[in-house]
């Protein structure tokens, strides 16, 4: 993240798509639609970024724009001077930044999971992952790829390990402050990724029984839906496009007054939601493929990381393309985290009012605290379900239940308060001129219906389901 501004709405462009493009379009896309009936969780996010999205993208960067602050003095800002109800809402600032904070420890966990596979191609052969191997995990017998991936997660030392060198990895980038080199790099390694993407796409289609999981993906299937499509959906949307976590506010504020905001936020939303299109398109044929649809429904966090390495055992030189699918994985997860984490360094050096070095120590302490409790859930602290005592989640490790708080609870909440500051604090009307600056606004109407009709009730109905109200 720079911090004298962008050079031009490309600056701009590169620099949110490279935050906003990370592990959540390549880990967390594919399971979820997996899990949550396929066609029918994509349409449902298709329409839900194009609707709701949109509007909260548009006008976190409008925000920081109109204040040139970061989330908190951006919300002060914005209700200074009003009071009682109106005046409360700059707290909403604070929710927008504490998210972070819980995001980023988990991502390097995930983070990490990605650096092992890197190292896991490289040196075991990758027929050790073919689809019809066999091997156990806790005495249980299973496909070799979901045991290497279970054996893995469960061993506390290797696990911790790499999870420390993504960690390094990210801290290093953020104290060196080589973000020039890491976007020129950006620049090269996210087309590559892309294409490794469409080729494997490619691939996939010709494997026999692709047919079945191609239909899965893309053909709505509206017995499948519920609201927890819905819910899944809007916390997946969050995640990905990086907004409710003040990321977007402090972009919006480093950006030129007279750039084009609106189309700078159209590029942002179409890429992210075209790479999690292309993984899902990579990833969710070839699970049916190779175990059929119940298998696409019990997904979970360790879909890609099981799917891919057989789906590179199967061709000649997979193991080649595998190492460079995991290395790009790993360099759209770490351009990620370093936004990430350049952000709480921020938070956390302003409002502690203490020096980037000393913030940059906290963040680590809190990021490697949190993360390592969250790897032993898989391990030493296998049997802990934090959230065991409301009977819908008690199935949740301390990583679902993280992912959980932040994507399904913190984040409607910091949106809430940003649909408010923007409908009453400063005024529709107004903050709709700001954005529109003279220029034509296609989406101008859609904005508004959004804002004041549905985006609220879609956040109370994530809240509803995730306090259990709704079952
Ligand atoms: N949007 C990123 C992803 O999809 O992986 C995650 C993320 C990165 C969220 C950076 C927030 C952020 F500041």
């Not at 590029?267 to 292309?278: G, K």
């Not at 408010?420 to 859609?446: D, M, N, Q, T």
Request: charged share 15%; aromatic share 12%; hydrophobic share 55%.
């Amino acid at each position: 993240m720079k911090k004298d501004g962008f050079s031009g709405k490309l600056g701009f462009v590169l620099a949110a798509a490279g935050s906003a493009v990370g592990l959540g379009n390549i880990w967390r896309f594919p399971y979820l639609t997996a899990k949550y009936g396929g066609g029918i969780f994509l349409l449902t996010y298709v329409v839900l970024v194009l609707t709701f999205g949109y509007a909260l993208l548009i006008s976190e960067n409008a925000i920081g724009r109109m204040t040139r602050r970061s989330p908190i003095g951006a919300f002060r800002k914005l209700c200074a001077g009003k009071h009682s109800f109106l005046g409360a809402v700059r707290w909403g600032g604070w929710i927008n930044s504490i998210v972070p904070l819980i995001i980023l420890p988990y991502y390097c966990v995930i983070g990490g999971w990605v650096t092992k596979y890197v190292a896991a191609l490289l040196v075991n052969p990758v027929s050790a992952f073919h689809k019809d191997a066999l091997a156990t995990h806790a005495g249980k017998s299973m496909s070799a790829s979901a045991a290497y991936f279970l054996n893995f997660i469960s061993d506390p030392v290797g696990s911790t390990a790499f999870f420390l060198v993504f960690v390094i990895i990210t801290a290093l980038v953020i104290a060196c402050g080589v973000e020039k080199g890491i976007e020129r790099f950006n620049k090269i390694m996210m087309p590559l990724l892309i294409l490794l993407c469409i080729g494997i796409c490619v691939y996939c289609m010709f494997l026999p029984g692709a047919g079945a999981g191609f239909r899965y993906y893309l053909m709505p299937d509206v017995r499948k839906f519920s609201y927890m499509t819905v819910v899944a959906a809007m916390g997946q949307l969050f995640f990905s496009l990086s907004i409710a976590m003040g990321i977007m506010i402090t972009y919006g504020a480093y950006m030129r007054r007279n750039e084009d905001l609106i189309s700078g936020v159209n590029q942002v939303e179409i890429f992210d939601t075209a790479v999690a299109f292309l993984a899902g398109m990579m990833i969710i044929p070839a699970v049916v493929a190779f175990g059929g649809e119940k298998a696409a429904e019990n997904a979970g966090v360790g879909l890609v990381f099981i799917t891919m390495p057989q789906v590179f055992a199967g061709f000649a030189g997979g193991r080649i393309f595998g190492v460079m699918f995991f290395v790009l994985v790993l360099f759209a997860a770490a351009t990620s985290a370093v936004s990430l984490m350049e952000t709480n360094v921020q938070m956390v050096s302003q409002e502690m009012r203490i020096s980037r070095f000393k913030a940059i120590l906290c963040v680590l302490g809190e990021v490697i605290g949190i993360g390592v409790v969250t790897l032993m859930g898989y391990s030493l602290l296998s049997h802990v379900r934090p959230l065991g005592f409301i009977e819908k989640y008690r199935n949740f490790d301390i990583l679902d239940t993280l992912d959980f708080l932040s994507n399904s609870v913190l984040m409607p909440v910091g949106a809430i308060f940003t649909t408010v500051l923007v409908v009453a604090v400063v005024g529709l009307e107004k903050f709709s001129h700001y954005i529109r600056s003279g220029r034509p606004w296609r989406r101008e109407f859609l904005f508004q219906f959004c804002m004041c009709v549905v985006v609220i009730p879609c956040l109370l109905v994530v809240l509803l389901n995730a306090t259990g109200v709704l079952k």
